[in-house]
Structure formats: C-alpha cells, structure tokens
C-alpha cells in the first residue's frame, strides 16, 4: 500500500486548496523554512492518526495545538479539510477525510484494519505506524536515543508488532484486579461484622448488669399508679399509658422551652425597634433607596438614546454593505482601458485608487461607530441590569425595615399564645413558663425511672436474642474470612500468570529484535555517525519489566559519548531499521521530514545512498528538505530503481495566501523515457 494522493485546504500553513499527486517511486519536497514543507507531513499523519504527535499536549495562555490546527493566518480559509488516498497491492482505492466535524467514509477502526495485518492485537496502531512511517528530524534522537531504556522497549515492542500476548496479560491483569478488589469488599464487610459483634457484646454487657441491679418490680409498679392515678388498671395498660405521657413530655418541654426563649428574644428586638438610632437608619435606607432609583432612571434614559442612534445607523447598514462590495469589486476589476468600470468616465489611476481608499476609509470609521454605539449599549444595559437588581434589593430592605416593628408584635403575641396553649395541655399549676417546664421535667425523670425498672423483666428475652444474633454474625465472619483467603489466593495465581505473560511476550520481542539486528548493523555502519565506532548493538535486559539500551565501541553508551549530530545519524539508523522490520504493517511508505537536520553532508550523502538502497526494495519515499541541491541529488539518486515515477516540489509561501506549490518536475526512470521516444 502507498500513498498516491493529498489534497488540504486551511490547514496549518495552508489556505487555500493544495493538491499533490504522489508518484509510486519518490517525492522529494524542497523550499525555504515556512513554505510548508513539513506541513505536507503534518497533513499526512493528521489524516492517518487524527493527531500530530510532534506537538506535544501543552497549554500556554489557555490555548492548545488543536488551536491552530486550522488556518488562522489573514483572511478565512473557504474550506477546511485533509484527504488522503492509499493505494493497496490488488489496486484498491482507500479514501481518509478529516475535517474539523471529524472522520469521513471511514471510521479508525477502519483505517487500523487497512493499514496493520493484526490490527485486532492493538488499538491505537495508526499512532503507533506513524511514529515509525513519518521521521521528523527534530524528534530522531527523542524517539531513539533519549528514551529511558523501558520506554525505549515499549516503543520497539509497538513497532514490530510483538503484541501477540498484550491482549491475554491485559485479561489476566484485569482478573487479578478484580479479585484483588472483592476480597477488599469482603474486607470491609467483614469490617463491618466484627463492629455488629463487639455492639452485641456491649449490649449483653449491658443488660446482664441491669439484671443483677433490678430492685423490687412491686414497689415500682406501686409507685408508678400514684404518679399516674391509674389504680384499676393492669400493668400493661399501665406501661402503655406511661410510655405515651412520658412520649408526650418529651414533646411539650422542648417546645415550651424554645416559645419562651424566642419570646424573650422578641421583646428585646420590639424594643429595638423603637429606638432613634432605628429610626435613623430607616431614614437612611429611604435616602439611600431614592439615590438608586434616580441612578436607574438615568441609566434607562440613556440607554434608550444609544437605542435610538443603533437604530438609524442600522438602517443605513444596507447601503454601507453595498458600497463596500461596490470598493471590493472596484479593487478586483481596477481601471478597464482607463476607466472606471462602473461609470466608464476616464480617470487617473492614482485618483481612482485614492477614491477606493477614501471609500475604504469611510466604511471603516462607520463601522467603528457602529462598534462603539454597540459596545455602548451592552453597557448601558448591564448598568442597567445591575441598577434595578440594587434598587429591588434596597426595595426588600427598606420593607423589611418599615414593617418588623408590627411582625415583631403579631409574631409575640401568636408565641404567647403558644405558651398558654402548652402549658394548659400538661394541666400543671404554675404562675411561670419556667415552673412549668421545672415540673414537666421532674415528672419525666420519675417516669423514666420506674418505666426502665418495670421493663427489667423483658431482659432476659432480649439477652438471649442478644446472644442468638452473636452466634449468627461470628459464622458469617468466618465464611467472609475464609472466601477472603480464597480471593487473594485466586488474585496471586492470576498476578503470576500475567507475568509469566509479560516475560514471554519479552521474548516474542527478543526474536523480532534478533531479525532487527542485522539491518541496524548495515544501517549504522553506511551512515558511519562516529570514525572509530563503526558497530551499533543493543543489551536487553529484566525479566518482567524489560530495558532495551543501545551500545557502540567496547560496551558504551551513545547517548552519552555521541555528539548532537551524531546522536541524530545514530537515531536515524535505529529508526530506518525499526522501520524496515514492521512486518504487520501493510503501508509501504517512508515519509522523512528534513532528515539532515543537524547532520553534516558527509553523513548526508551516506544517507541518500540508504534512501537509494531503500527505494530498490519497492518502498516509496516522501522526503523534505531545505537544500535545493540535495534535493536534486536526491532525485537523481531514486529515479533508477525499478523504474518507478518521483517527482520534485517546490513549495513557496504567498502572503495572507498561504502555502503553494511554485513547481512541480516530473522524473521519469531511463527505461520509460527510452520506451516514449521510440
């Protein structure tokens, strides 16, 4: 599968519509720093993955990449959208087209399907694919060299598709969780239990020694009737009718209490009421309360005025808009023959172009009236607002104030009678509220007493229901103990089995980086990033967490000893292998984004003759570069093996147009052009 065509409209650098054929063989992309060359990429990976991942997820001044995902450069952009079209061996057309709305005539699962052949083992593979497909050259070294030693594992797993296992050692990994996690449950419920049984005991505790301290039941009951004047009446109509007056006591002190606290509290605010300093703040509030309402009839007469003049300019709007497509058309169509185009009366140039400013000019200054009559008026009305919210406060304020003195009374006299009508319905004697409620809570205390001494002998039946609900909950604590000891047990196995898992599928990356290693050996050795260390290896090891580290000369580290531009001539080499080794993956396309970033023209050259070696293989080449020259030795370099089309772009930026492409030449291989001339 290659990539046979891309078409962008306000994208990135790109505003109006560009449309690039790709050959089967190689395109080379060349042009100044900003003319869109790694936009071209950046449209690429967009359409295949959804993202560019050389942006990192950042915010700054609450704004993010996807931002300025989309053209945001002078003017609007017509359209917005990337399509991308693939190309597969049995010649079958694949369609990919975004846009701002989303994904188009294919879903990802979709596009994960056409470009892996075990798309089913890994979800996110279209970002995997473009890691290792798109190189840009200011990430070479961060996606090789720089990457710890695990993450640097991970990614070469993804790569070359060692996966086979992920799927099973995630399922084993869930189950051991979700073990691990019921007998956490089982813990808290057992937690529980064992906070029931100690309250059990507490309670048996408890109504054991109410046993041995039970006085005699007869002098109670006895004392009971003559609290009560109940003496005909057996005993159980005796504890019910004592259980409902100490119910109703229990009632009738607590609110008694509160009536005669809030009507102390009343007549200390009545007497507030009329005092001057009172009075004189309901003055105020008068005064402040006119102020407010003299602000918003201000307010409201303005605004009205700003109404009326928003008004008469927007009915001038339409003719305005005419003459501003009349000045738009003007400047389009310029002087026909040395004369106007509307009128066909002769003018200078220099006076027709200074017409259409001035025209300019006077939409302009309308319009900024305009702007500053509606900035005005969403003022005016948020004054406005704001006003008439203060005023119906004030409103509330002031009515509150004016009439407490007369709530104050009604709401004294309703608690007074509150109180009388309490203490009639507990029909004591008493020249006071406060004797009252001393009465109600002497008699409630004496009903309490020989109430809890009559029920002493319902404690045996409750101890041994007591005792019955502890034998129970200690059986279901053991169950909960042993399903406990069973649940981790099962965890553990499923745990063990997951690494088990995880080392194998190491080894399944172990046989692919054993086919890698060889590539990677021809690869560095023709870029030659170091004179003296002319053999790159890699060490891995651990046996569940797996480190991948790289190594050159007498068991050194790269990363540490290279220099910048050999670092990046290192990392490309382990990149281009990596890529050539994704046996999974059916797109046959190397894309490169300036390559030689950092890179000397010794190592360069080196690099054209991989690219060279890569083409050969039926692998097509999109590559960027800022060198003209280079770009044409590319060219030169692919276009012989096996006869295959490239093309070089120029790529130009025009101002508020955006990216362009200023020429595009065709390189057609020697046996074809042999073939055209006969």
């Given at each position: 599968?290659?990539?046979?065509?891309?078409?962008?409209?306000?994208?990135?650098?790109?505003?109006?519509?560009?449309?690039?054929?790709?050959?089967?063989?190689?395109?080379?992309?060349?042009?100044?720093?900003?003319?869109?060359?790694?936009?071209?990429?950046?449209?690429?990976?967009?359409?295949?993955?959804?993202?560019?991942?050389?942006?990192?997820?950042?915010?700054?001044?609450?704004?993010?990449?996807?931002?300025?995902?989309?053209?945001?450069?002078?003017?609007?952009?017509?359209?917005?959208?990337?399509?991308?079209?693939?190309?597969?061996?049995?010649?079958?057309?694949?369609?990919?087209?975004?846009?701002?709305?989303?994904?188009?005539?294919?879903?990802?699962?979709?596009?994960?399907?056409?470009?892996?052949?075990?798309?089913?083992?890994?979800?996110?593979?279209?970002?995997?694919?473009?890691?290792?497909?798109?190189?840009?050259?200011?990430?070479?070294?961060?996606?090789?060299?720089?990457?710890?030693?695990?993450?640097?594992?991970?990614?070469?797993?993804?790569?070359?598709?060692?996966?086979?296992?992920?799927?099973?050692?995630?399922?084993?990994?869930?189950?051991?969780?979700?073990?691990?996690?019921?007998?956490?449950?089982?813990?808290?419920?057992?937690?529980?239990?064992?906070?029931?049984?100690?309250?059990?005991?507490?309670?048996?505790?408890?109504?054991?020694?109410?046993?041995?301290?039970?006085?005699?039941?007869?002098?109670?009951?006895?004392?009971?009737?003559?609290?009560?004047?109940?003496?005909?009446v057996d005993s159980t109509t005796l504890m019910s009718r004592a259980?409902?007056?100490?119910?109703?006591?229990?009632?009738?002190?607590?609110?008694?209490?509160?009536?005669?606290?809030?009507?102390?509290?009343?007549?200390?605010?009545?007497?507030?009421?009329?005092?001057?300093?009172?009075?004189?703040?309901?003055?105020?509030?008068?005064?402040?309360?006119?102020?407010?309402?003299?602000?918003?009839?201000?307010?409201?007469?303005?605004?009205?005025?700003?109404?009326?003049?928003?008004?008469?300019?927007?009915?001038?709007?339409?003719?305005?808009?005419?003459?501003?497509?009349?000045?738009?058309?003007?400047?389009?169509?310029?002087?026909?023959?040395?004369?106007?185009?509307?009128?066909?009366?002769?003018?200078?140039?220099?006076?027709?172009?200074?017409?259409?400013?001035?025209?300019?000019?006077?939409?302009?200054?309308?319009?900024?009236?305009?702007?500053?009559?509606?900035?005005?008026?969403?003022?005016?009305?948020?004054?406005?607002?704001?006003?008439?919210?203060?005023?119906?406060?004030?409103?509330?304020?002031?009515?509150?104030?004016?009439?407490?003195?007369?709530?104050?009374?009604?709401?004294?006299?309703?608690?007074?009678?509150?109180?009388?009508?309490?203490?009639?319905?507990?029909?004591?004697?008493?020249?006071?509220?406060?004797?009252?409620?001393?009465?109600?809570?002497?008699?409630?205390?004496?009903?309490?007493?020989?109430?809890?001494?009559?029920?002493?002998?319902?404690?045996?039946?409750?101890?041994?229901?007591?005792?019955?609900?502890?034998?129970?909950?200690?059986?279901?604590?053991d169950s909960i103990d042993a399903r406990i000891s069973k649940q981790?047990?099962?965890?553990?196995?499923?745990?063990?089995?997951?690494?088990?898992?995880?080392?194998?599928?190491?080894?399944?990356?172990?046989?692919?980086?054993?086919?890698?290693?060889?590539?990677?050996?021809?690869?560095?050795?023709?870029?030659?990033?170091?004179?003296?260390?002319?053999?790159?290896?890699?060490?891995?090891?651990?046996?569940?967490?797996?480190?991948?580290?790289?190594?050159?000369?007498?068991?050194?580290?790269?990363?540490?000893?290279?220099?910048?531009?050999?670092?990046?001539?290192?990392?490309?080499?382990?990149?281009?292998?990596?890529?050539?080794?994704?046996?999974?993956?059916?797109?046959?396309?190397?894309?490169?984004?300036?390559?030689?970033?950092?890179?000397?023209?010794?190592?360069?050259?080196?690099?054209?003759?991989?690219?060279?070696?890569?083409?050969?293989?039926?692998?097509?080449?999109?590559?960027?570069?800022?060198?003209?020259?280079?770009?044409?030795?590319?060219?030169?370099?692919?276009?012989?093996?096996?006869?295959?089309?490239?093309?070089?772009?120029?790529?130009?930026?025009?101002?508020?147009?955006?990216?362009?492409?200023?020429?595009?030449?065709?390189?057609?291989?020697?046996?074809?052009?042999?073939?055209?001339?006969?």
């Open positions: 599968m290659k990539i046979t065509h891309l078409e962008l409209a306000g994208f990135r650098g790109v505003r109006g519509k560009v449309s690039i054929e790709f050959p089967s063989g190689f395109a080379i992309i060349t042009g100044a720093n900003g003319t869109g060359k790694s936009t071209i990429c950046d449209a690429i990976e967009y359409a295949l993955s959804g993202t560019i991942l050389r942006h990192p997820e950042s915010t700054e001044t609450g704004e993010t990449f996807e931002d300025y995902l989309w053209w945001r450069g002078q003017g609007n952009a017509e359209s917005r959208f990337v399509t991308l079209k693939l190309l597969t061996e049995d010649n079958q057309e694949i369609t990919i087209k975004r846009d701002p709305t989303g994904l188009h005539g294919i879903n990802e699962e979709g596009i994960g399907e056409a470009l892996c052949s075990e798309h089913a083992a890994d979800e996110s593979i279209a970002h995997n694919l473009c890691q290792t497909s798109i190189i840009r050259g200011e990430h070479v070294a961060e996606l090789s060299l720089d990457l710890a030693e695990t993450e640097r594992f991970n990614f070469v797993k993804r790569s070359l598709g060692a996966n086979d296992l992920s799927h099973v050692e995630q399922k084993a990994s869930e189950v051991s969780k979700w073990f691990r996690e019921e007998a956490s449950t089982l813990d808290s419920e057992y937690t529980r239990l064992r906070s029931v049984i100690l309250q059990i005991t507490s309670d048996i505790s408890a109504a054991t020694a109410q046993l041995s301290e039970t006085n005699d039941l007869a002098a109670a009951e006895s004392a009971l009737r003559s609290l009560l004047g109940n003496g005909a259980r409902a007056e100490l119910g109703s006591l229990r009632i009738h002190i607590p609110s008694l209490l509160a009536a005669t606290q809030r009507i102390k509290e009343v007549e200390s605010a009545i007497q507030e009421s009329e005092t001057p300093a009172y009075k004189s703040r309901v003055k105020q509030m008068d005064e402040q309360l006119a102020a407010s309402r003299e602000k918003q009839s201000t307010i409201a007469k303005e605004s009205r005025e700003v109404d009326e003049k928003l008004r008469q300019e927007q009915e001038r709007r339409p003719a305005l808009e005419s003459l501003a497509q009349l000045c738009e058309h003007g400047r389009r169509l310029g002087l026909q023959n040395g004369k106007c185009p509307l009128c066909a009366s002769a003018v200078p140039e220099e006076d027709f172009g200074k017409q259409l400013q001035k025209i300019h000019h006077d939409i302009e200054k309308q319009n900024a009236a305009l702007l500053t009559l509606v900035e005005r008026q969403t003022k005016l009305r948020n004054d406005l607002r704001s006003s008439t919210t203060e005023v119906e406060a004030l409103q509330r304020q002031h009515q509150d104030l004016v009439s407490r003195p007369e709530s104050l009374r009604s709401e004294l006299a309703r608690l007074k009678q509150e109180c009388s009508r309490l203490i009639e319905e507990t029909k004591i004697q008493s020249k006071s509220p406060e004797e009252v409620i001393d009465s109600m809570r002497q008699r409630a205390t004496s009903l309490e007493k020989y109430v809890g001494l009559l029920e002493t002998s319902k404690t045996v039946e409750r101890l041994n229901q007591l005792r019955k609900q502890l034998e129970e909950h200690r059986k279901q604590g981790r047990i099962v965890s553990e196995r499923f745990r063990e089995a997951a690494s088990a898992l995880k080392r194998m599928s190491g080894e399944l990356v172990d046989d692919r980086l054993a086919e890698l290693s060889p590539l990677l050996q021809e690869i560095y050795a023709r870029l030659r990033p170091h004179v003296d260390w002319t053999e790159m290896s890699y060490l891995i090891r651990g046996d569940v967490r797996r480190f991948l580290s790289l190594r050159v000369g007498n068991e050194l580290n790269p990363k540490f000893m290279f220099s910048s531009g050999q670092r990046r001539a290192a990392g490309l080499a382990f990149l281009l292998a990596v890529h050539l080794s994704r046996s999974r993956c059916r797109l046959n396309s190397l894309v490169l984004d300036d390559p030689v970033q950092h890179i000397d023209d010794y190592r360069a050259l080196h690099l054209v003759e991989i690219l060279h070696a890569i083409r050969r293989s039926g692998r097509q080449v999109i590559c960027t570069v800022e060198d003209e020259s280079l770009a044409s030795l590319l060219c030169r370099r692919l276009s012989g093996p096996l006869g295959e089309e490239g093309v070089l772009l120029k790529m130009g930026y025009v101002p508020n147009a955006g990216v362009v492409v200023k020429a595009r030449e065709q390189f057609i291989p020697p046996q074809r052009i042999s073939i055209l001339a006969a």
